[in-house]
């Protein structure tokens, strides 16, 4: 039993060791997934920047809440401007957010292009 199962595992093991041989990436490959990476990082930054600024907003309405109900004017107004700070913050991270999707999606064009680009070039493809 033990011999049938190595004698049936050692092609299939050598068969995923080796794997498909994978050419280097072209340069037009490289570049968009470095491209892609770096939208990837933006976009979670940006998106734990909008977060912070939702968070500051709910803070300022609490807070202008509160002075409302205490009829004190100056936390009122503390509170109407830490909502607009976090309103400001979350609009800034929305457009960092747009800008990072499109890095990523140049990312993915100048990767495809690179693909077509190294099979263009291999030898006996068809033009």
């Known amino acids: 039993m033990t011999r049938s199962i ?3 595992s050692l092609p299939l093991v050598a068969l995923l060791f080796a794997g498909p041989v994978r050419g280097a990436q072209s340069a037009g490959e490289a570049e968009g997934n470095r491209m892609e990476r770096k939208g990837n990082a933006e976009e979670k930054a940006a998106n734990a920047e909008k977060a912070h600024g939702e968070k ?4 300022g309405k609490a807070e202008q809440k509160a002075g409302k ?4 004017k100056h936390e009122q107004a503390a509170g109407e401007a830490t909502e ?3 309103e400001a913050i979350e609009k800034a991270a929305d457009a960092r957010a747009d800008e990072a999707k499109q890095m990523e999606k140049s ?5 495809k292009a690179g693909v077509k680009a190294k ?5 006996g493809a068809k033009n």
């Open 107 to 111: 990312g993915n064009d100048a990767e």
């Open 119 to 123: 099979k263009a070039a291999e030898p």
């Open 6 to 8: 190595v004698g049936l």
């Open 56 to 59: 500051l907003e709910e803070k």
């Open 84 to 86: 607009k700070k976090g």
């Open 69 to 72: 109900k205490n009829h004190n």
